[in-house]
């Protein structure tokens, strides 16, 4: 909770784009130039490694899948969760994993998220819904983060909240409900 000493990261009466969290495992992946051939080549990575493509890695499998042959511009990071049975607890009734995208970079800055719905569109790639409001305080983001989720009949893992002006100012808050389910896991 904010106090007087603490800094705000979102100002009151500035527009912010907010979307469900999903309860899932992260995923990153784009076109970049091979360091090594100086050729185009499709990068797939977890949170925090690059994967090497692997017919029975979970995520090649979903990110071929879902690009299914989408020319997706280059040097452009693409984010998104996989989620569904057998990924984390919370599997959202999806039998067969999936992924939405939820953000897109260049060069380390992100763009707007109605920008990434919008090219998200185009490739015909599945992104999250995204909700514009204006930030009136935190308690007002508490209760949209409580709300239904939207992706299934249940709970949220909560909300992702991103500056409309500047998409790298951003912040999460986390659903009462679900910090205090059962079951847990937190595989990254």
């Not at 998200?120 to 989720?149: H, R, W």
Request: hydrophobic fraction near 30%.
């Amino acid at each position: 909770f904010p106090s007087h000493d603490t800094p705000q990261t979102f100002e009151n009466g500035e527009t912010v784009i907010y979307s469900e969290e999903i309860h899932g495992a992260n995923c990153r992946f784009g076109i970049f130039k091979n360091p090594n051939t100086g050729e185009d080549a499709l990068y797939v990575g977890s949170h925090r490694t690059v994967l090497k493509e692997d017919v029975n890695n979970t995520y090649w499998n979903i990110v071929n899948r879902t690009l299914n042959g989408a020319r997706i511009p280059k040097n452009t990071m693409f984010y998104g969760e996989i989620y569904g049975r057998g990924i984390q607890d919370m599997h959202y009734e999806i039998e067969n994993p999936t992924i939405k995208i939820f953000a897109m970079s260049h060069k380390g800055n992100y763009y707007n998220p109605m920008y990434v719905a919008e090219q998200c569109i185009k490739l015909s790639l599945p992104v999250v819904k995204f909700n514009e409001t204006t930030y009136d305080g935190i308690e007002k983001m508490k209760q949209i983060a409580d709300e239904k989720s939207e992706i299934y009949d249940g709970f949220k893992e909560g909300i992702v909240i991103v500056s409309s002006k500047n998409p790298n100012i951003m912040g999460k808050l986390i659903c009462e409900k679900y910090l205090d389910r059962k079951n847990k896991t937190e595989r990254h």
